[in-house]
T-cell receptor, first 111, second 113 residues
Framework: SQTIHQWPATLVQPVGSPLSLECTVEGTSNPNLYWYRQAAGRGLQLLFY??????ISSEVPQNLSASRPQDRQFILSSKKLLLSDSGFYLC??????????FGSGTRLTVV | QKEVEQNSGPLSVPEGAIASLNCTYSDRGSQSFFWYRQYSGKSPELIMS????GDKEDGRFTAQLNKASQYVSLLIRDSQPSDSATYLC?????????????FGTGTRLTVIP
């Protein structure tokens, strides 16, 4: 069966520090991968998605970036965090036509 | 116009009642429809999918789809306090590419014991 792993679960980072969040998927090949952010009490905001290794599409211009170095690995990064980067970050995967399956999420607080 | 719209709620129902959650979408070509449940502080969990007009039942949950009216609904029978969560509607527009699933902002449901 397919599983998605996301870590860390919680992160507190100072303003201006770098960020690296990792997501891996098991049990499927060539999945579509997604990074979402959910601010407190708000809806899901799509940040990046990827259809394959090295292929990244950005939905929202900001100081975040994403990479897909391997088929089932998706990384979200920032060189310098802002206070506004705080939120709940969710990785998800899908195959065409189906719903998305989400990881357990990372709660990021920038202080 | 938003792709997917939901009432934000909160929707409060007494324990044992039927909770009715509604969602409308703008893309008439949309092909598949999903309901997610999100507990506070947790990630969304897929609970129902529906692809054709009519009703689909799974335990206490029934998804209803009306493509002509462009709405999809979720009924929860015999509501329990454990059903208290935010319910997200998602619509796959069938557009080419990976970015074709659009989420509503969610309806918060509270089941009162």
């Amino acid at each position: 069966s397919q599983t998605i792993h996301q870590w860390p679960a919680t992160l507190v980072q100072p303003v201006g520090s770098p960020l690296s969040l990792e997501c891996t998927v098991e049990g499927t090949s060539n999945p579509n991968l997604y990074w979402y952010r959910q601010a407190a009490g708000r809806g899901l905001q799509l940040l990046f998605y990827s259809v394959g290794i090295g292929q990244i599409s950005s939905e929202v211009p900001q100081n975040l970036s994403a990479s897909r170095p391997q088929d089932r690995q998706f990384i979200l990064s920032s060189k310098k965090l802002l206070l506004s980067d705080s939120g709940f970050y969710l990785c998800a995967w899908s195959v065409y036509g189906n719903g998305y399956t989400f990881g357990s999420g990372t709660r990021l607080t920038v202080v | 116009q938003k792709e997917v719209e939901q009432n934000s709620g909160p929707l409060s129902v007494p324990e044992g009642a039927i909770a009715s959650l509604n969602c409308t979408y703008s893309d008439r070509g949309s092909q598949s429809f999903f309901w997610y449940r999100q507990y506070s502080g947790k990630s969304p969990e897929l609970i129902m999918s529906i692809y054709s007009n009519g009703d689909k039942e799974d335990g206490r949950f029934t998804a209803q789809l009306n493509k002509a009216s462009q709405y999809v609904s979720l009924l929860i029978r015999d509501s329990q306090p454990s059903d208290s969560a935010t319910y997200l509607c998602a619509v796959n527009t069938g557009q080419t590419g990976a970015n074709n699933l659009f989420f509503g902002t969610g309806t918060r449901l509270t089941v009162i014991p």
